[in-house]
């Protein structure tokens, strides 16, 4: 039996306890279960991580009914990709398209026929989790296997938006390694991709917090997105990054900054606000890499804005 915690998580809402008993009995020889007695208290529920695989939603509901609980969690980004089933006594047609117009990808009847119920949960909890591997696929670097400039640009505008909703500091460290392309010259491409993968390798190592992402900016570039962050906090995981990388001791004959590979690193540090963008951000680490490549490399270098 798979362990607990790998197993598929499905959420029942519905208001009769008997129905979530009979579903409960269906699905947890090979699922987790876990329950709501109303829309209000399953949206409760998902605020919690990790979220569902699948969601079994009762149409018809005091309060909060199934097709507006459904378009809540399809209009929110963090929940909008969890699949809704609805459960419902009897349905018509106009219901039916209504269901699939709020975002509802099957329906199933009472009372429960199990082998239509286990066929259909077992379907769509096979497709939601091919999906999620897709999308882990489609935001990672191939060479490297960490985010890529893809996930770099969602991560950095959800948290910017973030951040400019509470008003925290933000920094953001972009880097290059230095005169790689003498290193890629002179070792060959194979080293120099295994010299990549233990670059990144370093840099995610020197970041401890889960709420910080380190990401492969392009060729031999690196960022690091820093929510949260001030200036000496950045700092201070620039200069860990510094050292993870000079602490590999990868050969580097052609390198003009040391016998070893390293770093330039450039650190903006902003207070988002309505009236600068994420790009703002960009642009400042961006000189203050310049800023540390021309002050003669393996160094962090820095700008500030209030």
């Known amino acids: 039996m798979q362990q607990e915690e790998s197993r598929p998580k499905v959420l029942i809402v519905d208001d009769e306890t008997i129905n979530i008993d009979v579903l409960s009995g269906l699905l947890k020889p090979h699922y987790r279960v876990v329950a709501a007695k109303s829309g209000e208290m399953a949206l409760q529920r998902l605020e919690n991580q990790p979220l569902p695989d699948l969601i079994l939603l009762d149409v018809v509901m005091p309060g909060m009914n199934g097709f507006e609980v459904c378009e809540r969690l399809k209009s929110q980004p963090r929940t909008r990709d969890v699949p809704v089933i609805f459960i419902t006594a009897s349905i018509s047609e106009s219901d039916e398209i209504r269901g699939f117009a709020v975002g509802a990808v099957d329906y199933i009847t009472k009372?429960?026929?199990?082998a239509i119920v286990s066929a259909r949960v077992k379907t769509h909890i096979e497709l939601k989790r091919r999906g999620d591997m897709l999308e882990r696929l489609a935001i990672l670097d191939g060479l490297t296997s960490i985010p890529n400039r893809r996930r770099f640009d969602q991560f950095l505008e959800y948290e910017w938006f973030r951040s400019t909703r509470y008003g925290h500091p933000f920094?953001?460290?972009?880097?290059?390694?230095?005169?790689?392309?003498?290193?890629?010259?002179?070792?060959?491409?194979?080293?120099g991709d295994q010299c990549l993968r233990q670059v990144a390798g370093a840099i995610v190592g020197a970041m401890p917090r889960t709420i910080d992402l380190a990401a492969r900016y392009g060729g031999e570039e690196f960022a690091c997105v820093l929510p949260e962050t001030t200036l000496v906090g950045g700092r201070a995981v620039a200069e860990r990054i510094l050292k993870a990388v000079s602490d590999l001791a990868i050969p580097h004959a052609t390198s003009k900054a040391a016998e070893y590979v390293t770093l330039s690193i450039g650190i903006a540090c902003m207070t988002p606000t309505l009236e600068r963008h994420s790009v703002d951000l960009i642009g400042q680490a961006d000189q203050a890499l310049y800023l540390a490549k021309r002050n003669g490399r393996n160094r962090v270098a820095f700008l500030e804005a209030a």
């Open 171 to 191: 920094s953001l460290l972009l880097m290059d390694i230095d005169f790689f392309k003498l290193f890629n010259d002179h070792y060959g491409h194979t080293h």
């Open 111 to 114: 009372p429960y026929r199990p």
